[in-house]
């Protein structure tokens, strides 16, 4: 607090809402599962999708995912969503944008606009973290089998040269 009575801030107010959208989804699961509000606090819960009703919507669902990847990889959702490519936050990133894109209908360009990146970003992001971890390619996103397939090269013909292949007519 300052002389004035007021706290000084040094993080936005979407990066507020985030993470309270986060406390409030770890509170919520913990009352689901039996285990209290205070186990919930900064223990990253396991992921079980909701089979109840369609999935998640808009934007929310992955400011959700994203508080809860920055909990688990106790970071700041701020420096997920930072321009910073520092080596620890790298695979944070990745595997935010990679759970925004399996578990929200969000197209890439969307997603990107969650992010502040450009939809080639996104899909570059998702292919890294499969590739890394082993983690299946959401919505088919094969992209090397959108790709030319190419044929071996065809057998030469073989021309009958009357008189053979060294005389000169």
Same mark, same amino acid.
């Given at each position: 607090?300052?002389?004035?009575?007021?706290?000084?801030?040094? %993080?936005?107010?979407?990066? %507020?809402?985030? @993470?309270?959208?986060?406390?409030?989804?770890? @509170?919520? @699961?913990?009352?689901?599962?039996? &285990?209290?509000?205070?186990?919930?606090?900064?223990?990253?819960? !396991?992921?079980?999708?909701?089979?109840?009703?369609?999935?998640?919507?808009?934007?929310?669902?992955?400011?959700?995912?994203?508080?809860?990847? &920055?909990?688990?990889?106790?970071?700041?959702?701020?420096?997920?969503?930072?321009?910073?490519?520092?080596? !620890?936050? =790298?695979?944070?990133?990745?595997?935010? =944008?990679?759970?925004?894109?399996? @578990?929200?209908?969000?197209?890439?360009?969307?997603?990107?606009?969650?992010?502040?990146?450009?939809?080639?970003?996104?899909?570059? !992001?998702?292919? %890294?973290?499969?590739?890394?971890?082993?983690?299946?390619?959401?919505?088919?996103?094969?992209?090397? &089998?959108?790709?030319?397939?190419?044929?071996?090269?065809?057998?030469?013909?073989?021309?009958?040269?009357?008189?053979?292949?060294?005389?000169?007519?």
């Amino acid at each position: 607090m300052t002389e004035f009575g007021i706290r000084p801030t040094f %993080r936005s107010d979407a990066a %507020r809402r985030i @993470e309270a959208a986060g406390r409030a989804f770890a @509170e919520a @699961e913990a009352r689901a599962s039996g &285990a209290g509000a205070a186990a919930a606090p900064r223990t990253a819960a !396991a992921h079980v999708p909701a089979a109840a009703g369609p999935p998640p919507r808009g934007p929310g669902a992955c400011q959700r995912i994203i508080a809860e990847v &920055a909990v688990k990889h106790d970071l700041p959702v701020r420096d997920i969503l930072s321009d910073r490519r520092a080596r !620890a936050l =790298i695979p944070a990133r990745h595997e935010a =944008i990679w759970r925004c894109v399996m @578990e929200t209908p969000l197209s890439l360009p969307a997603i990107g606009r969650v992010f502040h990146r450009d939809h080639t970003s996104i899909g570059h !992001a998702v292919m %890294r973290h499969h590739l890394t971890t082993g983690a299946p390619l959401p919505r088919g996103m094969d992209w090397k &089998a959108g790709r030319r397939k190419r044929h071996p090269p065809r057998a030469a013909a073989v021309v009958a040269v009357a008189g053979g292949a060294g005389e000169t007519p």
